[in-house]
């Protein structure tokens, strides 16, 4: 199942925590704000959302996903 990380704007301090730890999903962009790739495993945007300090990053699933059409 695929799952899509949402970031919440109003949230985001932009310091790039999720990025340092993750760099295989979270990268920056020239504002120092996260773009989380797309495709990610649910597994895998749970732990993007959890390295998350300020509780910026939030799970979506997949909509395809979830109604059943892969």
């Known amino acids: ?3 899509r990380v949402v970031v919440d704007w109003t949230r ?3 310091h790039g925590v999720c990025a340092a730890l993750l760099p295989e999903h979270v990268s920056l ?3 120092g704000y996260p773009v ?3 495709g990610l495993t649910l ?3 749970r732990q993007v959302v959890q390295v998350c300090p300020v509780l910026a ?3 979506e699933r997949d909509r395809a996903s979830a ?3 892969a």
């Open 67 to 69: 109604s059943g059409r």
């Open 36 to 38: 989380v790739e797309d």
């Open 57 to 59: 990053l939030r799970v």
């Open 43 to 45: 597994r895998e945007a």
């Open 1 to 3: 199942m695929s799952a």
């Open 12 to 14: 985001c301090d932009g």
């Open 29 to 31: 962009d020239e504002w």
